[in-house]
């Protein structure tokens, strides 16, 4: 069954080493992917959605929401030859391809999503006002401790900071309630 507290399946025997399995990008239709993800579950193969949780603002009400980290995506571990289990189920719009073939994701990149999001809950602190520009320190989740500065702000809840440590400059999408200004 898919649970999406842990984001994965936990039926099935799955071996995640065997060289025939590989993790593929499944397309659904707009705003289908939990569905998605557990009609896939409920045919035996092995799923992941990457949730993060956002707060909505109504006029009225605040809600807690869980959210693709992805629109439109889910991640299938399976073997290619189960790939044809996926055109039964609704809502798929197919399987992302690369030269004819399905694209292969590889499997440390989905440790990578995965650790992303075990992040501590983005909603727990309100978010500071932060201009570009400014200079800011994260102080949770993955990235604690780094010192970067505001690059773009990205809603009312994130940013992104441009980070340059080591000589290599990069930019990460943060949640604002994570940095505080220096």
Known sequence: MYEESTN?????????????????VVR????????????????G???????????????????????PLIS???????AESDLQKLYTVPSVAGVLRYNGKPAVVQAHEIQNLRILLQQADATELEPIDIEPGMPIEVIRG???????TAVQVLGK??????????????????PKSFVKTL
């Open 28 to 43: 659904t239709k707009a705003l289908t992917e939990k569905k998605v993800a557990l009609r896939i579950a409920e045919k």
């Open 157 to 174: 809840l994130r940013l992104r900071i441009d980070i340059k440590q080591l000589g290599i400059a990069f930019s990460v999408n943060v």
């Open 72 to 78: 439109n995506v889910v991640f299938l571990h399976c």
């Open 45 to 67: 193969l092995e799923v992941y959605l990457p949730l993060y949780t956002t707060i909505q603002l109504w006029s009225d009400r605040k809600k807690k929401l869980e959210k």
């Open 8 to 24: 994965k399946v936990k039926r099935g025997n799955f071996n995640q080493n065997d060289p025939k399995f590989n993790w593929y």
């Open 142 to 148: 993955p990235f604690k401790g780094v010192i970067g």
